[in-house]
């Protein structure tokens, strides 16, 4: 199976370049890159699915640093179309884009030293540093275990030219406060290693 790797961040993409994954493509952050690199990706390569990857926040307790969140869902924690529509819900899209149920259970399959949880990712062009911007997220969906600033666009696309889609986080912060979120962050990027990234490369040689 061929498949095309977005990431957002020249970090994400040299942590993945460490970890021996290669031919991945680097969008930009936010929604709006994410949309035009995997569209260009898409027409230019023909994927036979798009992974998306890098890290995310994790506002589900629980979640820890170097935790693992497969997206079996995404969707936009920073949409709203008025009434008649679910928040997040863009006009005619459903609330949430289902990852290609084959992906997530392969990538449910494999090994990994840390945790691995599955669910929803949820996507804005927003970066949230309090349990209250947590809170905004959690009450519009109770079950989300993530957000991050590409996945649902990355989805949207795929599901519009009906390519196959999984998103794969490594968690970069959870948060307390907004000093404590942002030295969590920059931290994470000081312990991130060789190997932090190696669950991609066994999935991408298991597919």
């Not at 920059?186 to 290693?193: T, Y």
Request: with cysteine; glycine share 8%; net charge negative.
């Amino acid at each position: 199976m061929k498949a095309g790797l977005i990431v957002a961040m020249t970090s994400e993409y040299e942590a993945l370049r460490r970890a021996g994954v290669h031919g991945v493509v680097k969008s930009g952050i936010g929604k709006a890159d994410a949309a035009r690199t995997a569209t260009e990706l898409i027409l230019r390569d023909r994927p036979d699915c798009i992974i998306n990857s890098g890290c995310a926040g994790g506002i589900a307790p629980g979640l820890q640093v170097f935790d693992i969140v497969i997206a079996a869902q995404a969707a936009y924690h920073d949409v709203w179309c008025g009434e008649g529509s679910l928040p997040g819900q863009l006009q005619d899209m459903p609330q949430r884009f289902d990852a290609d149920p084959a992906l997530v259970r392969t990538a449910r399959s494999l090994q990994t030293e840390r945790p691995l949880h599955c669910g929803l990712i949820c996507s804005g062009d927003q970066f949230l540093t309090t349990p209250e911007d947590d809170a905004r997220v959690l009450g519009m969906y109770p079950d989300a275990l993530a957000c991050d600033m590409e996945s649902a666009a990355v989805a949207q696309v795929c599901r519009h030219y009906g390519v196959p889609f999984l998103g794969f986080r490594v968690i970069s912060d959870v948060h307390t406060s907004r000093e404590e979120t942002e030295a969590t962050y920059q931290d994470f990027w000081k312990r991130v290693g060789d190997d932090s990234f190696a669950f991609l490369r066994q999935l991408l040689d298991t597919l």
